[in-house]
């Protein structure tokens, strides 16, 4: 009986064990990343006309309110970080520097660039990068026009662009 007894527990251990191995050779199901955070790089170009003649501003609202600031380079650069979802407005505004107004009208060609830039990345909620939602583009146009035409369009404010990033919660990227 003792040898029955000692059996069937054997038995029942081996079984057991078997069950453990058969556990461990199935494979883990792939953990699913969530978008959580976007983290975007955004420039502005200017050329070296531009920053000669004319006063170059960026206005940018983040999502924590808009800040000003005067473009003093050949670009101007920011990184923004945000929960998703969320939008990134980008505001260029040209006026003609004060005391330059005659030298510009007087300039045969002025050189301008609407060039502009992005690179962003998509995190899950431990900020670990999710492959395949990221991209980047740039675009650095340059093309000549009179200063008096240049002077025109800048008083009329037509050379201000407005740039409009917005990610949605599943960190699916609009421009406008």
Same mark, same amino acid.
């Given at each position: 009986m ?5 059996? &069937? ?7 057991a064990?078997?069950?453990? *191995? !058969? *556990? ?7 953990v ?12 502005? !170009?200017?050329?070296?006309? +531009? &920053? ?9 609202? !983040? ?5 000003e600031?005067a473009v ?8 923004f ?8 407005t980008?505001?260029?505004r &040209?006026r003609?520097?004060?005391g +330059? ?10 050189? +301008?660039? !609407?060039?502009?830039?992005y690179?962003y990345q ?10 395949? +939602?990221? *991209? ?15 002077a025109?369009h ?5 050379? *201000?662009?407005?740039?409009? &990033? ?8 609009t421009q406008?």
């Amino acid at each position: 009986m003792k040898k029955v007894t000692l059996m &069937l527990a054997l038995a029942a251990t081996l079984f057991a064990a078997c069950g453990k *191995d !058969d *556990d461990n050779n199935t494979p883990a199901e792939p953990v699913q990343q969530v978008p959580a955070i976007v983290s975007m790089m955004y420039h502005l !170009d200017a050329t070296d006309d +531009m &920053l000669q003649y004319l006063d170059y501003t960026v206005i940018y609202d !983040d999502g924590t309110g808009e800040r000003e600031e005067a473009v003093t380079s050949n670009r101007w650069e920011k990184t923004f970080a945000a929960s998703l979802p969320a939008t990134f407005t980008i505001k260029r505004r &040209l006026r003609v520097k004060e005391g +330059m107004h005659d030298a510009l009208v007087a300039a045969d060609t002025v050189h +301008m660039t !609407d060039g502009y830039g992005y690179a962003y990345q998509i995190f899950d909620s431990t900020a670990t990068p999710i492959p395949g +939602m990221n *991209d980047s583009w740039s675009r650095a146009p340059i093309s000549g026009a009179s200063g008096a035409r240049i002077a025109e369009h800048c008083e009329a404010g037509r050379l *201000d662009k407005t740039y409009t &990033l917005s990610f949605d919660i599943n960190g699916h990227f609009t421009q406008m």
